[in-house]
């Protein structure tokens, strides 16, 4: 024992006292000894220090010595030892039951011994308290653990030989368990947790081993039969006593699912027909991180190469440089794009590629990818492509079957110029076999006459020519009085036999238009001409109204362009632009088909409505800028849709 013990010795009697004090006094430097009297002075005496050992009488003037076996106040518990003169065995079980370390008979024998007992009084003393402490912290340990087992967010299961002993909240939940019966004291087999031999087969370590296994992917049963995909470990642990293992497992449901997912995707990805490439930005530069084996095969290139040039890889044509640098200034600024451009393939090549980019948002603070897709429509364009010739190829022959119905009239018009022709041709002719001399006037007037008639009738033809040529098809500016002017002018001879006249509204304000100038005069006379034909010998209002007049549309400016009649009007529900469909008995139904195509490739629109009181009225819209003619322009200047 370290330092002497502090030993309090409660005895009334001063002769029991002195025969006391006289025992420890051979040892008495292994003790500091104090006295006291009464029961009152003793506790005094205790709550300013806490003896090692209280030696006292069992009956003393103010109570009982074995009062002094439960502390007072917060005065912790200490060893006490009843001594008495009358001492019996119930009297000695009795205090012994209320917590004495010891009981001595008063006797000489008993005082010589008293210092050999006190010693081993507060060994004892001390080891029940140590083992007192030992089981407080094991309680506590318990506790702790029990606690942090049953508040954890992850599941956790003990087992021994085989049988759950503890399961906590969150194992309940993912084993889908309504209580805990329903989980505790079952098999490990019935929820198809791996057992020893598993684990060992699994891990190729012992498994009792106090090291905790590696995650592993285990699918479990659960109560209601269904099956759980868990990431489970495990490790060997001593529950009160037993060799147990602790299973230590999360639901990987979802993270399996997006992990499938994600596989669905790059098998998607990499099969797809469409180039795909994904970009990460940093520090302002772009780095391509991935791409499929269409993107390889449509800019023609292998994947070492994308590596170590990235988006250089595709070959624009250098017509063609401004817009993709728009592309990649969209893939700096994270901002979708799309584009149609052309670029070079392999073997010189060239292929039609629609662009587009869309950032790729992973968080509210960081968008860093961009996916773009590459769609080649090579084919679709020399499809479209293949469209226009032959519409353009039905449109002339077209023309030359609206000019075979207008042939008889526009000869007429045309011999009228070359009889005037010829009378002032005459007329000179005499003029200058005249003997009384040339009247030089009448001269000039004649051939002055001979120049107008002559222009008037090469006026005729060069509208004829025109609206027959097979020139290739190109947007200009055209004034629309000019465009109406002319259709009109063509088709005069059928307008005066037909008794109809033309009422033509242009509003001053109107802009010139984008056009390829035969295309739209072809469109107009396919109008009129229709509208002509609406006018039977029964309508008494032989008049056709066309209207021009700026417009806003959801785009753009445009220029209106409307047709009147006053005739029989449309039967309901019959779609005029169809192609072959015609009210015609002997017409061809391909004229207003063809008039459709012809607006909607200038970026127009054509409808039709029906008059307010009789009639039809026809509709279509011109362009006001070359950028909003979406077809005919150059290959330069091509947009395909």
């Known amino acids: 024992m370290v330092g002497k013990l502090r030993l309090m010795i409660v005895e009334d009697d001063p002769a029991h006292a002195r025969l006391i004090m006289r025992g420890f006094r051979s040892e008495i430097d292994d003790f500091e000894l104090s006295t006291h009297f009464s029961l009152k002075d003793a506790r005094e005496s205790i709550e300013q220090t806490v003896p090692d050992l209280v030696i006292v009488d069992l009956s003393l003037p103010d109570g009982l010595g074995a009062d002094l076996i439960e502390p007072q106040g917060k005065v912790g518990r200490y060893p006490v030892m009843i001594i008495t003169s009358q001492g019996d065995e119930q009297t000695a079980v009795d205090v012994l039951k209320r917590g004495a370390i010891d009981y001595v008979v008063k006797s000489e024998s008993g005082f010589a011994e008293l210092p050999r007992l006190a010693k081993r009084s ?24 029990r606690a942090l087992i049953d508040h954890s967010p992850t599941s956790i299961v003990v087992a021994c030989e085989g049988k759950i002993v503890l399961a906590n909240g969150m194992a309940q939940k993912c084993l889908r368990a309504s209580s805990t019966s329903e989980v505790v004291g079952k098999s490990i087999e019935t929820l198809n947790i791996p057992d020893n031999a598993a684990l060992v087969g699994t891990n190729g370590q012992e498994a009792d081993a106090r090291s905790p296994t590696q995650l592993n992917e285990y699918v479990l049963r659960r109560v209601d039969g269904t099956l759980l995909d868990v990431e489970l470990m495990t490790t060997s642990v001593d529950y009160y006593g037993q060799n147990a293992t602790q299973y230590v497992f999360q639901d990987i449901t979802l993270r399996k699912a997006a992990e499938t997912e994600m596989r669905i995707r790059d098998r998607a990805i990499a099969s797809a027909g469409d180039g795909i490439f994904i970009v990460q930005l940093s520090q302002g530069e772009i780095k391509v991180v991935d791409c499929n084996q269409a993107f390889l095969e449509i800019v023609g290139c292998d994947r070492q190469r994308v590596e170590q040039v990235g988006l250089s890889v595709i070959r624009c044509d250098s017509r063609y440089d401004a817009r993709l640098r728009l592309i990649v200034a969209g893939i700096h600024s994270r901002q979708p794009a799309r584009d149609t451009i052309r670029i070079h393939a392999e073997k010189d090549d060239f292929r039609w590629v629609e662009i587009s980019i869309s950032p790729v948002q992973v968080s509210e603070s960081q968008n860093s990818h961009v996916v773009g897709v590459v769609h080649d429509i090579t084919e679709k364009v020399n499809a479209e492509e293949e469209i226009r010739r032959h519409n353009a190829e039905l449109a002339h022959f077209l023309r030359l079957t609206a000019m075979g119905e207008l042939v008889a009239g526009l000869a007429h018009e045309v011999n009228q110029p070359l009889y005037a022709i010829s009378n002032y041709a005459g007329t000179c002719e005499n003029l200058l076999k005249s003997h009384e001399g040339v009247d030089k006037p009448s001269l000039q007037q004649c051939v002055s006459r001979i120049g107008q008639q002559a222009r008037r009738a090469a006026e005729i033809i060069r509208r004829l020519r025109n609206f027959v040529s097979r020139t290739a098809p190109k947007a200009e500016s055209a004034e629309i009085k000019d465009l109406l002017s ?54 008494a209002e032989r008049i056709i109204e066309i209207k021009a007049s700026l417009v806003e549309t959801k785009q753009e400016p445009m220029v209106q362009v409307s047709v009147r009649d006053y005739g ?11 192609a072959f469909q015609s009210t015609k008995e002997k017409g061809m139904g391909m004229g207003l088909s063809i008039s459709r195509t012809i607006v909607e490739s200038h970026g127009g629109k054509i409808w039709v409505e029906s008059g307010s009181a009789r009639g039809t009225i026809f509709f279509f819209t011109l362009p006001t800028s070359l950028q909003q003619v979406t077809g005919y322009a150059d290959e330069s200047d091509r947009v395909c849709h």
């Open 486 to 539: 002319d259709s009109i002018a063509l088709l005069t001879p059928l307008l005066e036999e037909k008794a109809i006249e033309i009422s033509l509204e242009i509003d001053p304000s109107t802009p010139s238009v984008f056009v390829d100038r035969i295309q739209i005069e072809q469109v107009l006379i396919n109008l009129i001409t229709n509208a002509i034909d609406a006018i039977d010998d029964n309508n």
């Open 568 to 578: 029989v009007g449309l039967p309901p529900g019959f779609d005029v632009f169809e």
């Open 122 to 145: 507060v060994r004892e003393w001390r080891l029940q308290r140590e083992k007192m402490e030992a089981e407080e912290a094991l309680r506590n340990s318990e506790q702790r653990y």
